[in-house]
C-alpha cells in the first residue's frame, strides 16, 4: 500500500520551524516573492511547482522504507552549530568564513577524448565541432562539474587527477544477473576517508563501473557518509546503470576476475582495453541522470536527508524508473537546507541554474577568464620581475615580525591534484562542445517560471494559472 501522504500542516512545519528563531530567519533570509512560492508546498497538495510524492510501482522507495524525515530546524540543529570536524574544534559552520570545497575524483578507466561515444548531433548543430581536450578526460566530467558550480553555487569545485583502481584496492566481482563488473562502494569509501584532505569538504567519487555496498546487495547506484555533527563527507556514484545501451547488453555475460597466484586481484581485467566496449554513449538522458545523483549525493555530504514532504531531489529511490521521475530541482524545505549550508542568493541560483540548461554558462566562463593574466609563467620570467620591482613598491611599514605576517603562509600538500588550469580554461571552454539539452527542456520551463514568479512577487504565471494543462511539466524522462 502506498505510504500516508504529509499532511500540509507538516510541511509547513518542517519548511518554517516551530521556534521563533527559525520563524525570523525565514522571514529575514528570503524576499517576498521567494516567500510566496515556498508557500505554495504546504498550501495546496499537489502544484505545477511542487508536486505530492506518488510510489505507483509496488518496489518504490518509501513502501520498503521507513523514514520520519528531515524538517529544517532538525538540519540546523544537527549539521550547522555542532563540532566543525576539518576545523578540530567546536565552531560554527555559520562563522566559519572559507569557502566550501566540493572535489570530484574519476576513479578507474575513463574513455579518453578521442574515444568518447558522444550523441549530441541533433542538439549542437552546426556547432558541433569534434574537439578534444586534454585536461578533462571524458566530456561528462566537465559537464558535470560546470552543472556542480552551478547547482551549489558558493561552492568551489575542483576536478581531480584520476586514480586507477590498484591504488584504491577495493573488491571487485562479475554481478550474477548482469554479468558486469562490480566494484565494492563501502571500500571505496573506507579509501576516500582515508585520502581526503582537511581542505576538502566534500569529496565524491565517480566512475564508468557498476557499484555494490556489501556482498549480499545486487547494486547500487551511489553510496556517501557524512561527518557526525557537520557538514562535508565522502561519496562514489557509478554512471553504468544511467544508461539504456547497459540493460541491452547486460545478458552477454562476458565479465571475469582475474587472479594472482597468491590469490590477491588483478585490476587489468578492468583497463581502458578491456573496458572500452561498456562505456556508455553519452547523450541527454545519460547526463541528466548523472547530473541528479551527483547532485543528490552530495546534498547527503552536507547532511541532507532523503525528503518525504514531496516530489525532490532529494527523495530515496529504488530503481532507475523511480530515479527518473525524481525531478532535478529541491523542494523548498531542501532547498532552505542547503541555502543555510551554503549562503547563496536563492533568485540567483535559479538564474545561473537557467543559464547553464541554456548554455549560456559557457560563454559566460570563457568571458571572465579571458580577462584574467595567466598564473602559469616561466620561473625566470619572475624572477626577473622581482629584481627589477622597487623597493619602494615592495617596502612595507613595520617591525621585522610584523612584516614576516605578510608572508604568504605555505599550501599544504594534498592527495589528489587537481586538473585546474586557469589560463587554459577558456580555450577549453570553447573546445568542449556544448551539452546535449533536449532532456532539461521541463527543467528550463519550471526555472523560466519559477524566476518570473519571484520577480513578480507571486504574480500568477503559466504555471499557475494553467496547472491542469501542464500537469507534466516536472515529470522528467
Not at 589560463?423 to 568542449?432: A, E, G
Request: charged content about 25%.
Amino acid at each position: 500500500m502506498p505510504t500516508k501522504s504529509m499532511t500540509l500542516s507538516q510541511r509547513k512545519r518542517a519548511l518554517i520551524g516551530s521556534s521563533n528563531f527559525a520563524r525570523a530567519m525565514y522571514r529575514e533570509q528570503y524576499s517576498s516573492g521567494i516567500r510566496k512560492l515556498m508557500s505554495i508546498s504546504y498550501k495546496t497538495p499537489s502544484s505545477a511547482f511542487f508536486k505530492e510524492i506518488t510510489n505507483s510501482d509496488p518496489s518504490d522507495w518509501l513502501l520498503h522504507h521507513k523514514e520520519e524525515g528531515q524538517t529544517f530546524e532538525q538540519y540546523f540543529k544537527s549539521c550547522l552549530t555542532g563540532v566543525n570536524f576539518n576545523s578540530g574544534g567546536c565552531e560554527s559552520l555559520k562563522e566559519k568564513d572559507c569557502k566550501t570545497t566540493i572535489s570530484i575524483l574519476p576513479l578507474g578507466p575513463f574513455p579518453s577524448c578521442n574515444e568518447t561515444k558522444c550523441d549530441n548531433s541533433e542538439t549542437y548543430g552546426e556547432n558541433n565541432q569534434s574537439k578534444t581536450n586534454s585536461t578533462y578526460p571524458n566530456y561528462l566530467l566537465f559537464w558535470l562539474k560546470s552543472y556542480c558550480e552551478t547547482f551549489f553555487h558558493t561552492a568551489k569545485v575542483e576536478m581531480l587527477s584520476p586514480v586507477t583502481l590498484k591504488e584504491v584496492a577495493c573488491d571487485y566481482r562479475v554481478n550474477e544477473f548482469t554479468g558486469r563488473f562490480q566494484l565494492n562502494a563501502s571500500q571505496i569509501l573506507d579509501y576516500l576517508r582515508r585520502t581526503k584532505t582537511p581542505c576538502q569538504q566534500c569529496l565524491v567519487a565517480v566512475t564508468m563501473i557498476d557499484l555494490f555496498p556489501k556482498p549480499s546487495w545486487n547494486f547500487v547506484f551511489g553510496l556517501a557518509s557524512t561527518i557526525r555533527g557537520s557538514v562535508g563527507g565522502v561519496g562514489i556514484f557509478s554512471f553504468c546503470r544511467y544508461n539504456n545501451d547497459f540493460y541491452e547488453t547486460w545478458s552477454l555475460r562476458e565479465d571475469v576476475v582475474r587472479k594472482y597466484p597468491d590469490g590477491s586481484l588483478d585490476y587489468s581485467a578492468l583497463s581502458n582495453e578491456q573496458m572500452e566496449k561498456q562505456f556508455p554513449r553519452i547523450n541527454g538522458i545519460l547526463l541528466l541522470r548523472a547530473c541528479k545523483v551527483m547532485t543528490h549525493e552530495v546534498c547527503h555530504m552536507f547532511g541532507l536527508k532523503h525528503c518525504i514532504y514531496m516530489q525532490c531531489l532529494m527523495n530515496g529511490t529504488n530503481h532507475l524508473q523511480e530515479s527518473d521521475r525524481r525531478p532535478p530541482q529541491l523542494c523548498p524545505v531542501c532547498l532552505r537546507k542547503l541555502q543555510a549550508a551554503l549562503n547563496f542568493d536563492v533568485l540567483e541560483r535559479y538564474k545561473a541554474l537557467l543559464k547553464w540548461t541554456s548554455s549560456i554558462y559557457r560563454k559566460d566562463v570563457s568571458d571572465t577568464y579571458d580577462k584574467k593574466q595567466p598564473t602559469h609563467r616561466p620561473s625566470s620570467t619572475k624572477r626577473k620581475e622581482r629584481a627589477s620591482a622597487s623597493p619602494k613598491k615592495i617596502k612595507r611599514k613595520g617591525s621585522a615580525s610584523s612584516q614576516r605576517s605578510f608572508k604568504a603562509p605555505s599550501r599544504a600538500i594534498t592527495k589528489h591534484r587537481t586538473t585546474d588550469c586557469v589560463d587554459s580554461v577558456s580555450d577549453m571552454v570553447s573546445q568542449i562542445p556544448c551539452p546535449p539539452l533536449k532532456e532539461f527542456g521541463n527543467y528550463k520551463l519550471w526555472l523560466r517560471e519559477v524566476i518570473e514568479f519571484i520577480l513578480s512577487n507571486g504574480k500568477p504565471t503559466f504555471l499557475s494559472c494553467h496547472e491542469d494543462e501542464t500537469p507534466q511539466i516536472v515529470d522528467l524522462v
